[in-house]
């Protein structure tokens, strides 16, 4: 049985137990959110072994070489130690804003205290003092002098409560990451993109939107963001006025109860996409269903990107 060093402590990997799991179980205090590989909030660093690729999927090259990892996948097949990231994986920064954009999401903006490189659309981990951390898109533009997150507030959410009740500007928080691939990049300015997403995943296609405008894309824009209610659509007006000073760009508000469900409005709007690009972030299962949809009418994997939202574990 393999053994994970951390620290003081020294716990034992049982059968299929993850590392974070033997962490936990050994009662130390690891932050995590979705324990499935897609958030990033748990990473460490490997110091004794080499991290399994498959633990390292979606990291930085840069940090796989300096043996980053995630602990939520990584199942060891000899004793390691490990240790928390260093400080070119985070950052410290205060809340520099706090706004709401409807009734369940919060706008929250970040002042970093040094120069954070990003791709808009990328995602990060918002860590709080006590350690508490939660993965969240990043709406923002690199220019930009703060990172904006759109927080989706849940009942009984630790994080979001806190954002929607308790959180002050000015209070200090870390930001881990960045991480993602599901961001613009530069190239082919006449390709067709297809952005679809429903609820808080607008914000990372809001920034994917805007850093493409900003690289000058001329080709056509289609933008479909799904809720149930109206008040769901936020940034709806903002996102109107875009459509109306770039011609190109055209905005799809969908609401699912009453026009059915995105894939399938995306589909009947969009019935060739072969040679675009998409995003798709938010509901996995929308993410997941309409990945596979667009490959089998013809666009290349290569071509998609995805951001499927996990619920904190």
Known sequence: MPTVRYGDLAAPVAGEESVLDALLRAGASVRHACRAGSCGSCMLRMVDGAPAP????????????????????????ADITVTDV???AQVTARIASLDALSDSVVRVRLACDAPFDYHPGQYVSLVREDGLARSYSLASLGA?????????????????EWVRHRARVGDPVRVLGPSGDCFYVPGRPEQPLLLAGTGTGLAPLYGVLRDALAHGHSGAIRLFHGALRPEGLYLREELTRLCDTHPHVEYVPTLLEADGPLDRVVLDRCPAPAGSRAFLCGDPGLVQGLRKALFLQGMTLGDIHADAFLPAA
């Open 54 to 77: 498959a633990s390292q999927v979606g990291l930085k090259p840069s940090w796989r070489a300096q043996g980053y990892f995630l602990p939520c996948i990584c199942h060891p097949d």
């Open 86 to 88: 260093g400080a070119d």
């Open 144 to 160: 930009e002098p703060e990172l904006e997150l759109h927080v989706r507030c849940l009942a009984k959410g630790r994080m979001s």
